[in-house]
């Protein structure tokens, strides 16, 4: 650079300089952010560290939604910032791919803390905060176990109306909502064996039903197998489709194959892309089933992640 040059400015430092310059818009109009993209048991995210506070809420929701594109953009199930925390190692923030803010996502979480500790954001025991709550993580190579703190909300054995005919189902909110059926148990227009399930229809029906309304839910589907392995499909609210895998999901299938099965901790699911998640928790039995405490000591998910790969996207700012 000669002497008495300025620098070239590019991404965030350009826009916010621009900006302060009084430079009309055309100058700073292109905005570009640094991704990673990450996977665990296949639900991906696109994971932005924003520890600096460059990015406002709106650029956040644009940018989680042109990432999340399968074909014009990353690809995502959606998008984790990790923020500074005044008293954790971080704080994470979720975005669906439709732009929401979401709850709390477990296989979010749990590349979250896979790349706090890849880039020493964090040591490999971690703390992280979401929402106001505290989490906890440990990463042992692409091995990566999140404890949840107890649910928040469990409804036993739900009637709902539907079109197609009456269903049965458990609700569990941790962090998320979820409604978790049984496959066998569904309508005889809907019933099938697990992997031949109209998920779409399935779970378009049931997520916005009246029952969870305002806020909506995500529909689990479930089918044990004759070793007892429980199979899970899940339709996720936000991302409006079938995902891969779905953590809290997870979590709230497991409780319900406990409860439903008389499974042991811990219980292992297979997940809609094959990969299998383990839910740990030592249930106590000196308080009811549906009071979150039965579910509260030892509450862990624990399964793979992967960083896939890093780049760069540029959005208009």
Known sequence: MIRGEEPTLHGPARFHVALKRGMPYFACTMLTIHFTKAEGAQNDFVIVDDRAGIYDDAIRRRFAQQTAHRRRGVGSDGTIFIDASATHDFMMSFFNPDGSVGSMCGNGGRCAALFAADRGIAAAEMRFEVLGKSYAASVNGGLVRLAFPPPERLEWQIDLDTAAGPVRGDF????????????????????????????????????????????????????????????????????????????????????????????ATPISLRTHGGDTLRVHFTPDPAVATDNPAYFARDLVLEGPAVLVFEGDFTIPA
């Open 172 to 263: 569990v909110d941790n962090g998320a909502p979820h409604f978790v059926v049984f496959a066998e148990t569904l309508p005889e227009g809907l019933r099938a064996p697990l992997r031949d399930i109209d998920m779409h229809a399935v779970g378009t029906m049931l997520r916005r039903h009246a029952r969870f309304a305002p806020r909506g839910c995500n529909v689990n589907l479930l089918e044990m197998d004759e070793d007892g392995l429980v199979h899970i499909r899940t339709f996720e609210k936000g991302v409006e489709a079938e995902t891969e895998a779905c953590g809290t999901g997870t979590v709230a299938a497991g409780f319900i194959a406990h409860l439903r099965r008389n499974l």
